[in-house]
Every structure is written in C-alpha cells, then in structure tokens.
C-alpha cells in the first residue's frame, strides 16, 4: 500500500473515542463489529450500525440468538424478517412489527427464543424449546419479567 492509499483509507474511517487512532471494520464471527487498530494497546469496541461505528447497538435488527443482521423477506414471502446467518445454520425468524422485526428474548435457562403465549391468567412468555425446557415469565409491558 503507498502512502496515498493509506491517507485514503483513514480519511474514510472513524476515529477511535479513546485513542482517536483509525477503527477498523472486522467481520466476527457474531457479525460485524468496529476495533481499534492501535490493538492490543487500546482494546476498544464499537458496534456496527448500518456500516459505521456506534456505541448503540441496533437491538430491534439484530438477530436475539446470533446478534447477526436481520433482514427482511421479500414482500411476496410475507411480513417477517429472517437472520443473516441462514445460510450458517441460524434458523431465527421474527415477525414484523410496524416496520422492525418484533422485538424477541433469550430464555435465560437454555438460550432459545421466548414465545408470547396466552394463558388462563393473562399473557405469559414461555420458552420455545417446551417441553424441553419449561421456563415461563410473566408479561411486563410486553416484555419477559426476567
Ligand atoms: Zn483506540
Ligand atoms: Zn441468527
Ligand atoms: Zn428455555
């Protein structure tokens, strides 16, 4: 690489927050992620957000089981978002949700996702991996009590 290139290539990048050297895109293997490239002296991390670094993190995109991308099906397939890591044996689909993949949670005991179920007394979460696994929390504002 020549000098100019390198110019090139760190106009284009984010400084690191802590150490304001460039932040360089990696490919994790639970998706894509920003580090520092002053590592292993600085350690910081950022997420990716559409393709820059930010320190939020894009929860209602992300796969809840991989944290991979989700992205949405084709309209003629239906109203659902599918996990970026199909093709990588991550089966996760979640249901649309004004736009946004509905926003779904990890049973804390075996790691599959929670499913909003209708009880006698009111909506509860139950664990999707029943009757493996019989967790089950109450609905507080629509999510999980954990
Ligand atoms: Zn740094
Ligand atoms: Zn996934
Ligand atoms: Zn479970």
Redesign the pocket.
């Known amino acids: 690489m020549t000098e100019a290139d390198d110019k090139a290539a760190v106009s284009r990048s984010f400084p690191c927050p802590d150490c304001k050297k460039p932040l360089r895109r990696i490919e994790g293997k639970m998706g894509p992620f920003w580090g520092c490239s002053g590592f292993p002296e600085c350690r910081r991390t950022l997420n990716d957000v559409e393709g820059k670094p930010s320190e939020k993190v894009d929860e209602h995109y992300r796969?809840?089981?991989?944290?991979?991308r989700m992205v949405r099906a084709a309209p003629e397939k239906g109203d659902y978002w599918f996990?970026?890591?199909?093709s990588r044996g991550?089966k996760?689909t979640l249901k649309d949700h004004n736009g946004r993949p509905e926003p779904a949670f990890r049973c804390p005991s075996c790691g599959q996702l929670l499913a909003k179920r209708k009880g006698k007394n009111g909506e509860f979460w139950g664990c999707s991996g029943y009757p493996d696994c019989s967790s089950s929390f109450n609905d507080l504002d629509g999510k999980p009590d954990l």
């Open positions: 796969c809840p089981i991989c944290t991979r996990c970026s890591g199909f991550c996760i």
